[in-house]
Each structure stands twice: as structure tokens, then as C-alpha cells.
């Protein structure tokens, strides 16, 4: 018989959620996040695009015979009309929710000199648009309960406007606000509210963002830093730790010197 | 970790409003559980997911006769509206439980106890008339005779919601008990003092110190107190202030806040020197009689407000057993010398004495209780509830012993069934199908034990 939800004989690691949802839980580190979630015991339901892939993640992770960990459901973020039911039906057959994660990001490339306002809105759509349409529905319903802990994963892009994707730095600077907000509406009400700043992680999304001279993390470890942050409670958190050091410096360069650089 | 379960509460505020969530019921296919102030310790008043019908805006007083002490309520009155509205006139409720934020309902559908168990029963047995709203809308009237009234008491709120309540108070002539502490260096004069004092007193409780072991195990305090008919100031005590603790300790500290001052002490040395500590306290005032206001002597957890606060982040678990008097003194040893052994001893523990009691889902006993409270540790959470499990098995059923629902969360079926005995736990089933044929009334409790 396996213990308690959040241990299991194979990590013993505790974590302190039975029901958690992942969105974009099909690639990057919002999979890995669903799969370490599930690893320990805690039923998650996973949301993503991709039927493969769900269909995958789930029958990597549920057992013959056993209560099913790993509850998929295709749904792609921009349709933001569906997501009221979808919340509700999720929570209806996992039986409860405490944790919710935001995964879905794109980084599409963009020309120097490019303007594209199609990619632009449809950049915001997934990574802001679709945040706030899915932890809205969370906010409600943890700070009703008094208690819950949501995470939104943005990016060290967000601390400042650079010239290389400024509809990306805009909606992640979006999201960290919106995320701020949150904490101002709900942390007196036993609500934990995350925000992650990762800096290069070894996704799909690195194609059109090369990491340069600086290291690249692997999204395993990245969500095992994000599960235990969300697990102690943190506010904001730079993944690797010394992020924040450079988003420090890089926020304080005054705006004539900082528009004549390159990155 | 503390397993949590959520759902969509209603609070009506008249019968009506009752059936409208019967309704809803029906509509949306979610389950209904009654609530009172949620004061049980597990499960019995939750239902995740599903409706929770929460009675306490119901919380009227329909009927009080002062000259003889009867009583009719709604299911939302509390243990404490219920004696500040009576004290002044000479009454107290005969059975009171350890906290007095339960609701009236509440200690009715789980048959709540006392102090003074073994002789004046559980409050069930002080209850006159129920008024019971099934969930096809039919309101039914029951007296103690009516074998669905020893149904619905101890119920669990799953045969009907209760409507109203008429019982029968016991005529004070002081605010004050007249209280002595006596000691007891083992488990066997644990037993003993219990015994002489019930023998004289009007109510008796024994606390044990957990961490004790060896030959010292089981040893504690003893507090017997007695009704006072000789009260030259029954005016004066006779009142709800006089009744209630002051807001500050010593002028100075919220009460309020006393559960953060705790909170350093919920380890193993903290609790072994504050256990020592009372004990030795205790035994140097043995026998030395104090006059105490009911409410302070029966309402101990409301002492310290929030108190369980002091056990966060991992929580408390209760484990309490009712044993039949031959095997008590045997089965309590074993209980506490085996947490010991694991490394969990128990932070606190409570002693009582009992009979029987002519309820369908019961768990009196000619014999005793024992109330052990465990600290909850990111350490012990795996083995601690495994453990337990394993004594109910190996030690506490097989002994005859009864599990209390307000306090349980871990019971299987099986065991349920030991607990209860399988006819009283069939007839219970049938009637709840009788009564409940749409299945409207689920708790996560009832899940658990019952199916």
C-alpha cells in the first residue's frame, strides 16, 4: 500500500499538494513538473495541445490496475472561452486542487527591424492571455478556500525591455505584475503565489534563443528548484539562484547605455 | 500532512432553505453533508466536492421553560449560546462536551460526551424530542421510544437533517463546581483514584502524562469536581460573565496569541518538561479544593483559542478508544508504551470513565476512554497513522474496544464494522436506504466507514 499523497517508496521526497494541475504539462518544464508531481504520488492533470503527448505522459505514469495520477486533457491556452468549464471539470474529477502551475510560453523569432503584430498578439495571447484566463479561475477558488499555491512561470526576459523580442519581454513583464497582484489580492488569505524567472533551460523554446556564453539548465532540475520554492512558500524566484544578480545589474544601467547594446 | 477536502457550503436560514439544497442536490448530482460548527476532528462534517449544508445560521432558541428546564432549539445553537441563555435562570446542559463551539445538532448526530459520562450518559441520552427533515421534504417527530430517534442520534447527520432539538437541562444552584486535583504515579493508580472519585463526584477526568514511561507510565492528574449547593454568591456566578476567561493572561497577553507562546514547547523535550512540570504542580496541590466556573472547567480546548495552531504545519491526530473495564487497564499500557516505543509518544492524554448508552451506531462501554493527541512531523507522517491503524487491529478490537466518529479519520470499513457491530452498522444501512432513498446525505466519513 503506498503511503500518504506527496511520499512514495521511490523518491521520498514531501510534497505538500494532493491535486495538482499542470497547463502546458507536455514539453519543457511544465512536463517536467507534471512527471516529478506525479513521481510522488500527487494526482495531476495534465493540459497541453498535443494528444501524443498526453496520451504519452500518461501511460508513462499510470499504473495498471491503479487510481490513474495523471489526468490529461487536450486544450490549447488562446481558446480562453473553454477554460471556465475545463477548470471545473478538472477539479471535479481530481477531486479537489491545490496547486496549479502555468507553463505555456512561445519565443517566436523576430527580425531586428521585424514589427510582426500577428506573432506579437498571439505571443501575449499564450503567455499572458491565456496565464490570466487560467489562474483567475485558480485565484477565485484558492482565495474562497483560504488556502493554495499557484505558480506562474515567466523568465528573467520580463526585468527588462530589450530590443531582441520586445512583445516577448512585455508579456512576461505582464505576467510578473499580474502575478504581484495576485500575491497583493491573496497572500493574506493563505494563498502562495510563485513567480519564476528561469534563465536558459533546455527546451524547444532555446531554438530561437541562443544561450550565448551562458550556462543552460536542465528543465528537470529547474522544476525540482520550482517545486521546492512553491513548497517553502517563496515569492519570486531566479533559476539558477545568481540570475537575479545579473537582472539586478542589468536593471540599473541607465536607458541611453543600455538602448546602444546589443543584447 | 493533513488531509483536506473541500466543498460548496449553502447556509440557510429556515427549513425552506433546507430543501432548496436537497434540490440542488438533485440538479447537480453533488452530495449533501449536514454541518455544524465543524468542530469534529476528521471527516464527518466534510464532503469533497460535494454540498455542504451548514446549519448554523439555523440557531434559534424556539422554546425554554426556566421552571423546568426544558429546552427546544434549532440545530445551529451552540453549546455556548445555549448555556449563557440558561445559566442566569439555574440551569446547566446536563452533558456537555470538551469545547463549546459545537453546535446542538452537531453533538446530537454524533452523541457527543462528558465529564461526566459514566453515570449521566451522552448528550443523546438528555435529548427529550428531535424534529427531522428528510430529504423528500417529510418532517418527522421522534422521542427516545421510536427506534429512529436511537437511529438518528449518533447518526452522523446521514438519516435526515435535524430540525429541531428539546432536551432536558439539570437545575444549578451555583456558577461554580467545587474541584479537587488528585495524582497518580502510574497507570494502575490512574485507574484506581478514577474509580473512587467516580464513585463521588459529579464529574471526573484524568489526564496522563504521554512521555511518562517504565514504571511511571500512565501517571497524571486526577480533577473531580462537584456541584455546589451552598453558593452565598449564586448571584454573581450565576452569570456569563462571571463564566468566561478574561481576553488577557495576567492583564497583559491576548489569550487570543497564547497558542504562538505554545508552539516552541510541541517537541518531545518541551512537552516531557511541561508534562513534568504540571504533574509535579499537580501532585504538591493534591486534594486542595478550588471553586471553578463550569464553563472553565468543562471547556478546557477553548482555553487556549486556536490551540491547534500551535501543532501547525503538520496537524494533530486524535486517536481515542473506548474499552470495556476488564481489558482497559491492559489495552491503555500496551497504547502507551508502543507509541513510546516508535518515537511518537503522545503530547496528550485524556482519561474518562463510561457505560453504555442505547444508541443504533455506538460507542459507549461499561468501561473507560483514553484520548491521545499526536504532533504531526514531516518525520512521522508515513508510520504514525500506519502504527495506529495496527493497534486498532492488534490491540483495541480485538479487547472489545469502540471507536468515537467525531474523532476519527482512519477507521476502514472493516473495522467500522467491529467497531459498531455488524448488525447495528446493517440496520443503520437499511434505514438510511429507507429514509434516504436518493442517496442525497453523503459525508467523506460515511464513505469511508460505511461502504
Redesign the interface.
Known sequence: MS?????DGQTDR?L?W?RALVVGGTSGIGEAIARQLASTGIRVSVIGRREERLQQIADDLNREGAEPLVLPFAHDVRETNEIPVLFQEI??RL???DLVVYAPGVLPPIGPREFPTETDLNTIAVNLAGAVAWLNEAADRFGR?G?GTIVGISSVAGDRGRRGNPVYNASKAGLDTYLEALRARLAVRGVTIVTVKPGYVRTAMLENNPPGPLPVSDPEVVAAEILDAAAAGKRVVYIPGWWRIIMAVTRMIPAPIFERLSF | MVARSEGYVYRPSDAAGIQDVFQLSRDTGRRVVPRGSGYSYGDTSTNRQGLVLDLTRMNRVLDWQPDTGFIRLEPGVTIRDLWRYVLEDGWWPAVVPGAMYPTVGGVVAVNAHGKNAWHAGTVGEQVREIEVMLPSGETRVLHPDDELFRAEVGGLGMLGVVTSVSVQLRRVESGDLRVREWAARSLDEMFAVVDERTAQDDYVVGWIDGLARGETLGRGLIQGANYVTDDPEAGRTLRAEYQELPDTIAGIYPRSKLWLLMRPTVNDTGMRYLNALRYVAGSRRAGHETLVPHAQFHFFHDFVPEWKRSFWPGGIVQYQVFVPQARALPVFRQMIARMQEVGVAPYLAVFKRHRTDPFLLSYGVDGYSLSLDFHVTTNNTRGLRETLSCLTDTVVLPAGGRFYPAKDDMLTAVQARQSFGAGAVDRFLELKAQLDPENLLQSDQFGRLFS
Open positions: 503511503g500518504p499523497p506527496g511520499v514531501l505538500p494532493t477539479v471535479d477531486g479537489g486542487l478556500a488556502r
